[in-house]
């Protein structure tokens, strides 16, 4: 069964910590995406990568940056949390362009920041 | 501007009673339309992928149809367990990968 994972279910930090999202993903697909996801805002794209290095803005990447080092993993970084930025994060990946099959995503992580 | 609108925003049916939920989109040059159905606490699912007009597609009790201007999920004789928020989203021509999702329907479905 294909997966994408997402390291943490729930987290909690403080205003101004360097915060790490992580997403694993077992498909060997290219292109990975992150979400967030807001009630009565729906998903809102922060960051995508085509390949390993390569990233590319969504349409929210403010306050965000990405990583990948490897092709499986790609990592969310908020670089200084602030409370605007608790939300349920998504992971997503997909093989190439192929949007047959349509995105494969990840269960979520629920950020909260205090 | 590119947009993707759901609605109802929420839906509750009795179990058994078919209908509809509607996505409507304006977008310059569509690349794809996408239903995906998401449990709460959990990552959206994917359903159907649809790209011209007047395609249809299905899967047990779901049929997604899509016309120039919007696209429906048609539920019928739905039962419990399809309870869930159904999402829409839209590939559009100008923004290649950056898919737009719509705010989702709730959808409850009452034994």
């Known amino acids: 069964d294909v997966k994408v994972t997402q390291s943490s279910r729930y987290l909690v930090k403080r205003t101004g910590e360097k915060v790490f999202l992580e997403c694993v993903q077992d498909?060997?697909?290219?292109?990975m995406f992150w979400y967030r996801q807001d009630p009565g805002l729906g998903l809102r794209l922060i960051y995508f990568?085509?390949?390993?290095?390569?990233?590319e803005k969504g349409d929210i990447p403010e306050g965000y940056s990405v990583s990948r080092e490897k092709k499986e993993r790609f990592s969310l970084i908020l670089e200084s949390a602030s409370t605007n930025q608790t939300s349920m994060y998504l992971c997503?990946?997909?093989?190439?362009?192929?949007?047959?099959?349509?995105?494969?995503f990840g269960s979520g992580t629920r950020l909260t920041v205090v | 501007e590119d947009q993707v609108t759901q609605s109802p925003e929420a839906l509750r049916l009795q179990e058994g009673e078919s209908s509809s939920l509607n996505c409507s989109y304006t977008v310059s040059g569509l690349r794809g339309l996408f239903w995906y159905r998401q449990d709460p606490g959990k990552g959206p699912e994917f359903l159907f992928t649809l790209y011209s007009a007047g395609e249809e597609k299905e899967k047990e009790r779901l049929k997604a149809t899509l016309t120039k201007k919007e696209s429906f999920l048609h539920i019928t004789a739905p039962k419990p367990e399809d309870s869930a928020t159904y999402l829409c989203a839209v590939r559009a021509m100008n923004r290649d990968d950056k898919i737009i999702f719509g705010k989702g329907t709730r959808l409850h479905i009452l034994p």
């Open positions: 990568s085509y390949d390993v290095k390569m990233k």
């Open positions: 997503a990946s997909i093989r190439g362009r192929s949007y047959n099959y349509g995105y494969t």
């Open positions: 498909m060997d697909h290219e292109n």
